[in-house]
């Protein structure tokens, strides 16, 4: 995520399995628990749920702009980590119409927003399971007062603006709502004829209109973290092609910024090429942008397609999305806290650009941040331990890529962008935590860093 700050438009662990039985044997009914109803995120203890691993969604919904009415079935494919008599789902908001689980009625109940799912026969544990959701209303987007504002599902005039993060699919889709658990997704979406739907990946046959109503599928065949999907909805012109490294290129613009899709286009094929040069293959089947006219004040960068909201991006804020699609989306955080690890990469990758393009090296702008006096706000957060409360703090961003160059600095460019390359080779679809960057960094340079990350992370004040 970029938050736009010139005024454009501007887990310690997953939760363990609880006395599983030996995944030969069949569990006993007195294996059967509860599935937690958080993921294990101190931080963000609402957030997930324990039991279960989702495989796959398959999200089908039905948008009425003019009424702001959304039908939804989803339907989730998990495998359970310890034998359930109940489990989870997050989801904010609608009406719950049914429920089943492999087929069969299942009772529910809501509290707040956990979704509770009784299924009418125990799951064993290491079974696999589908679960069902039906439900309808009118989506109700998400709000963060310290930085961030507004986020999840967010109605427009002529559809909608979805962008997610940290905890916003919630607000359109049941899910285990933490970037912990990540699965491929299917999206079927129909609107009123003449509206876009625009969802990650790559779009799966041609729309097909009955009625008056057209429907759009898409299939994002990597896995995903749930905040990162989209249905972003409403009048788009398109840009389709491929980069000149051969992957598909789309860019999408309101008609209101139409005048920046084709910078978009060429721009996000340029910078995605780049990076792959610097960060190793690029991750996904496409690549690409969406422009809407919502002011969110930030972009997102929704798997294979960055969201702005409301203003013309420039090329550093596309620079930042697009290092995301390594640093955030295929490389994924296990816990909100290392948050550092997707905003520092990013930010840094903005340097990175701007250094490629001659404009300034990154240590000239390492050393801009490091002349700010000692009681700066931005020594004060050290952003290896991202705070829930303000989760976006610039810290995260800015002194996470010092954290970055400080390193580069200290083992030299050879080890270091081997090292950028070796993270997002190892960790490619998976998860991480700042420890085993640290032990990556010390292991591929041969020093004893220890000292250097935690002035730079954990220290409330400006390192030397």
Same mark, same amino acid.
Request: glycine share 6%; hydrophobic share 40%.
């Given at each position: 995520m970029h938050v736009n700050r010139r005024g454009?438009?501007?887990?310690?662990?997953l939760v363990s399995a609880l006395a599983c039985a030996p995944a030969d044997e069949p569990s006993s009914a007195n294996d059967h628990l509860p599935g937690a109803p958080g993921i294990g995120d101190t931080d963000f203890p609402k957030d997930g749920n324990g039991?279960? /691993?989702?495989?796959?969604? *398959?999200?089908?919904? /039905?948008?009425?702009?003019?009424?702001?009415?959304?039908?939804?079935?989803?339907?989730?494919?998990?495998?359970?980590?310890?034998?359930?008599?109940?489990? $989870?789902? &997050?989801?904010?908001?609608?009406?719950?119409?049914?429920?089943?689980? $492999? &087929?069969a009625p299942a009772t529910f109940s809501r509290q707040g927003d956990e979704l509770t799912v009784r299924p009418a026969r125990p799951i064993d544990n290491h079974a696999t399971f589908t679960v069902k959701v039906s439900y309808a209303g009118v989506p109700k987007p998400a709000g963060d007062g310290s930085n961030l504002g507004t986020y999840g599902f967010m109605p427009t005039p002529d559809g909608a603006f979805v962008a997610a993060e940290p905890n916003g699919a919630k607000?359109?889709?049941?899910? $285990?709502?933490? =970037? *912990? /658990?990540?699965?491929?997704? /299917?999206?079927?979406?129909?609107? =009123?004829a003449g509206v876009t739907a625009l969802a990650n990946g790559e779009m799966v046959g041609q729309p097909t209109t009955v009625g008056g109503r057209t429907t759009y599928r898409w299939r994002e065949r990597h896995p995903m973290v749930t905040y990162l999907a989209t249905a972003t909805l409403g009048k788009f012109e398109l840009r389709q092609g491929s980069t000149p490294g051969g992957i598909p290129n789309l860019a999408a613009a309101d008609p209101r910024f139409t005048t920046s899709i084709d910078r978009l286009y060429a721009t996000s094929a340029t910078i995605t090429d780049y990076w792959a040069t610097v960060f190793g293959p690029y991750p996904f089947g496409s690549t690409g942008g969406v422009v809407d006219d919502y002011a969110a004040g930030y972009a997102?960068?929704?798997?294979?397609?960055?969201?702005?909201?409301?203003?013309h991006p420039d090329e550093t804020i596309i620079a930042h999305e697009l290092a995301h699609q390594w640093f955030g989306n295929s490389v994924s955080i296990k816990r909100w806290r290392d948050l550092w690890l997707n905003e520092g990469f990013a930010t840094?990758?903005?340097?990175?650009?701007?250094?490629?393009?001659?404009?300034?090296?990154?240590?000239?702008?390492?050393?801009?941040?490091?002349?700010?006096?000692?009681?700066?706000?931005?020594?004060?957060?050290?952003?290896?331990?991202a705070r829930a409360e303000d989760l976006f703090n610039q810290a995260v961003y800015s002194r996470g890529a010092m954290t970055l160059h400080a390193l580069r600095r200290a083992v030299g460019d050879q080890t270091?962008?081997?090292?950028?390359?070796?993270?997002?080779?190892?960790?490619?679809y998976g998860h991480v935590t700042t420890d085993q960057f640290i032990g990556l960094a010390e292991q591929m340079s041969g020093k004893e860093l220890s000292a250097l990350f935690d002035a730079w992370l954990f220290q409330p004040r400006r390192p030397q």
């Open positions: 454009m438009a501007v887990v310690a662990a039991g279960y /691993d989702v495989t796959h969604y *398959a999200i089908a919904i /039905d948008y009425t702009p003019a009424s702001k009415q959304l039908v939804g079935v989803t339907t989730i494919t998990a495998g359970a980590t310890h034998g359930l008599s109940s489990f $989870n789902l &997050d989801l904010s908001g609608f009406t719950v119409r049914s429920v089943t689980v $492999n &087929d607000t359109w889709f049941p899910a $285990n709502d933490h =970037p *912990a /658990d990540k699965a491929p997704f /299917d999206f079927s979406i129909t609107v =009123p997102l960068e929704s798997q294979t397609k960055p969201l702005y909201g409301g203003f840094y990758a903005e340097w990175l650009w701007a250094e490629h393009k001659g404009t300034k090296t990154a240590e000239a702008t390492f050393k801009d941040f490091h002349r700010r006096r000692a009681g700066d706000p931005i020594w004060k957060y050290p952003p290896g331990r270091f962008f081997a090292l950028l390359k070796r993270w997002a080779a190892d960790h490619r």
